[in-house]
T-cell receptor, first 111, second 115 residues
Framework: GEDVEQSLFLSVREGDSSVINCTYT??????LYWYKQEPGAGLQLLTY?????DMKQDQRLTVLLNKKDKHLSLRIADTQTGDSAIYFC???????????FGAGTRLAVHP | GAVVSQHPSRVICKSGTSVKIECRSL??????MFWYRQFPKQSLMLMAT?????????EQGVEKDKFLINHASLTLSTLTVTSAHPEDSSFYIC???????????FGPGTRLTVT
């Protein structure tokens, strides 16, 4: 079945760039998403990329997609303490926009 | 922007009782809503897909008689946890798919604690 994997933890210094990686198995994925979850809250859609794109940039966020290797990454430039959260990678390919989530990467930003 | 609300945000109930959680799309219509469950420090697991006016589609391993889903209108879906047990304690998150652009928007979640 479909599977999405992420590293569980990333620690960066404030002002540095963060890169969160994700791999997926479903070659028919149409959209790939990045969501942010702060403690005790729901999910906030950060950005998404269509499977026929290689890169998408949105302010401090850059998404890179290597469809051949089924690898997705999220780069956060100039990481701030407010970026500390859990970041979920998700893919969608089936009907009704069913999302398959990774386990989430906990990003810790320290001074 | 599209907003999805959930009510209640937190609920504590006794073992054996039932709890209803509401998911509302506030400024858009959603023919499809999704219910997820999230255990501490784990990912979201899709429980069921709720379609307005028809029966919900449950994921494998989810008991449909225990987790009753009703999607009676284009802006409201409810999840009722029947005969709750401590192992049902979890964070339940809904999402609603906007009928206009098919994007999925998430609610803030409901933390259920069964004592």
């Amino acid at each position: 079945g479909e599977d999405v994997e992420q590293s569980l933890f990333l620690s960066v210094r404030e002002g540095d760039s963060s890169v969160i990686n994700c791999t997926y198995t479903d070659s028919s994925s149409t959209y790939l998403y990045w969501y942010k979850q702060e403690p005790g809250a729901g999910l906030q859609l950060l950005t998404y990329i269509f499977s026929n794109m290689d890169m998408k940039q949105d302010q401090r966020l850059t998404v890179l997609l290597n469809k051949k290797d089924k690898h997705l990454s999220l780069r956060i430039a100039d990481t701030q303490t407010g970026d500390s959260a859990i970041y979920f990678c998700a893919e969608s390919s089936g009907g009704y926009n069913k999302l398959i989530f990774g386990a989430g990467t906990r990003l810790a930003v320290h001074p | 922007g599209a907003v999805v609300s959930q009510h209640p945000s937190r609920v504590i109930c006794k073992s054996g009782t039932s709890v209803k959680i509401e998911c509302r799309s506030l400024d858009f219509q959603a023919t499809t809503m999704f219910w997820y469950r999230q255990f501490p420090k784990q990912s979201l697991m899709l429980m069921a897909t709720s379609n307005e006016g028809s029966k919900a589609t449950y994921e494998q391993g989810v008991e449909k008689d225990k987790f009753l889903i009703n999607h009676a209108s284009l802006t409201l879906s409810t999840l009722t946890v029947t005969s709750a047990h401590p192992e049902d304690s979890s964070f339940y998150i809904c999402s609603a798919r906007d009928s206009r652009d098919y994007e999925q928007y998430f609610g803030p979640g409901t933390r259920l604690t069964v004592t």
